[in-house]
């Protein structure tokens, strides 16, 4: 089955420690994003990676990392969390052509306390 | 930047009435407009898109259209059942690229 899983659903944090969300898919797609949503502001993309080794900010990247080492992973690294990073965070791929469906992962719910 | 706007940012509609949201773009270059839907508590799944060269598409009781001299692209619903109760993303992509940029997302109330 096609699928873009991420790890964990739900996480909460103290302030400063480092975490990280896992993304893994399963469909060979070359192009892997983290986006956050939030109450009025809809979804944002905070990092994408268009293949291996090559990851570019999106629109809202400060606090943030990600690596790909492999094609089907794409983690995303708070390094020092903070309150205002709380929020709900989804991964997506897509095959690297223009016009393709993206696909989501369940979500991760992050709060940072 | 590509910039889209999205309004209304809620709806309600009585069972069996129409809906429609409606979208703005700035970036010119773009030239595909998928739409998400998000039930609660659930990822965003795409239900309809439509690329530049076609001004109107339509699968069963949804369809989309699109101006692209205005830059304004609208999902329509009709005959709306309680399970279209969800929050709609509209989104812009350009053409030589695999970025998205979402609407802020409508939520659709259908009520009996």
């Known amino acids: 089955e096609a699928q873009v899983t991420q790890n964990p659903r739900y996480l909460i944090t103290v302030t400063g420690k480092k975490l990280t969300v896992t993304c893994s898919q399963n469909?060979?797609?070359?192009?892997m994003s983290w986006y956050r949503q939030d109450p009025g502001l809809g979804l944002r993309q905070i990092y994408y990676?268009?293949?291996?080794?090559?990851?570019d900010k999106g629109d809202v990247p400060e606090g943030y990392k990600v690596s790909r080492k492999e094609k089907r992973n794409f983690p995303l690294i708070l390094e020092s969390p903070s309150p205002n990073q709380t929020s709900l965070y989804f991964c997506?791929?897509?095959?690297?052509?223009?016009?393709?469906?993206?696909?989501f992962g369940q979500g991760t719910r992050l709060t940072v306390v | 930047g590509e910039n889209v706007e999205q309004h209304p940012s809620t709806l309600s509609v009585q069972e069996g009435d129409s809906a429609v949201i409606k979208c703005t773009y700035s970036?010119?270059?773009?030239?595909?407009f998928p739409w998400y839907k998000q039930e609660l508590g659930k990822r965003p799944q795409l239900i309809i898109d439509?690329?530049?060269?076609?001004g109107e598409k339509k699968d069963q009781r949804i369809a989309v259209t699109l101006n692209k001299t205005a830059k304004h692209f609208s999902l329509h619903i009709t005959e709306t059942q309680p399970e279209d109760s969800a929050v709609y993303f509209c989104?812009?992509?350009?053409?030589?690229?695999?970025?998205?940029?979402f609407g802020t997302g409508t939520r659709l109330q259908v009520t009996l």
């Open positions: 989104a812009a992509q350009p053409g030589t690229a695999s970025k998205l940029t």
């Open positions: 997506a791929s897509s095959a690297a052509r223009a016009r393709t469906e993206a696909f």
């Open positions: 970036d010119s270059a773009s030239n595909y």
């Open positions: 990676s268009m293949n291996v080794e090559v990851t």
């Open positions: 469909m060979n797609h070359e192009y």
């Open positions: 439509i690329r530049s060269n076609v």
